[in-house]
């Protein structure tokens, strides 16, 4: 977790709170750092609280909200008093939850709990981002290393194996260079019959969004969330819930795919 505050008071008052409650993992920063912070701890859930700064809170959250790494990270903002105008003004700059210093601290607590019961499969990409981050860092700088550009591929396709939703990784044109052992399972496609051939002719729109049409939605974006189906083997599909992350890892996007049926 990832505590946002400007006064040094209540980013630890905040902290022994959440801590007194179980959570183990907690770090706290003024707003200037807290994209920087959630880049390199990439937290379950955000916390910007404030005083009477509405405004500033606001502000960090617009800021959380256009970054990538926090884009669908989900944000509570904690104000000092009860205020319609506050919350509506939070609520616009991206925060999915308002909750007023005077609650009771289960109050906050309970919140946090259930932002963080997100779909597997948007858990399973936050789990990918954190077991990659090392990766992306020592390679961030290497885009044009076609050495390195393999190392990434094979080291992401290898992290792809521990989930048990579908996971396929796809180059910046679309063309899929891993998949997941669920995900041949699921189709009925090997892993060589789907590496080469470009995300969409896996992902079908279903009820959904084409993958065709809109995956320059995902590389601009960041993401791209909904209804699809699987292509099977036999012709056939399989009805499911995607949730694609561009930029895993330099020049490297991840959909992870839950089936519904």
Request: glycine residues 4%; contains cysteine.
């Amino acid at each position: 977790m990832l505590i946002v505050a400007e006064r040094d008071e209540l980013r630890s008052a905040l902290a022994q709170t959440v801590r007194l409650y179980g959570v183990r993992n907690v770090q706290t920063v003024a707003g200037a750092q807290a994209c920087a912070a959630a880049a390199r701890m990439i937290p379950d859930v955000i916390i910007v609280a404030s005083d009477q700064q509405t405004e500033k809170s606001a502000g960090v959250i617009r800021d959380l909200r256009t970054d990538l790494v926090t884009r669908h990270t989900p944000i509570v903002a904690r104000v000092a008093e009860p205020s319609q105008t506050a919350t509506d003004a939070l609520r616009v700059a991206g925060a999915d939850r308002v909750v007023v210093a005077t609650s009771e601290a289960s109050t906050l607590i309970n919140t946090i709990i259930r932002l963080s019961d997100v779909p597997a499969p948007c858990r399973s990409l936050r789990e990918l981002r954190r077991s990659l981050t090392v990766i992306r860092q020592r390679t961030i700088d290497q885009r044009t290393d076609m050495s390195a550009a393999r190392v990434r591929t094979a080291q992401l396709a290898s992290a792809l194996q521990q989930f048990k939703v579908c996971m396929l990784a796809a180059e910046s044109t679309g063309l899929c260079v891993a998949a997941n052992a669920t995900t041949t399972a699921v189709t009925g496609l090997s892993r060589e019959e789907i590496v080469g051939k470009r995300l969409w002719d896996v992902v079908l729109p279903g009820t959904g969004r084409d993958l065709r049409t809109n995956w320059s939605t995902v590389l601009v974006v960041g993401a791209l969330n909904g209804p699809c189906a699987l292509r099977r083997r036999d012709g056939g599909s399989v009805a499911a819930e995607m949730y694609a992350a561009a930029c895993i890892l330099p020049d490297l996007h991840v959909a992870a795919i839950q089936t519904t049926s």
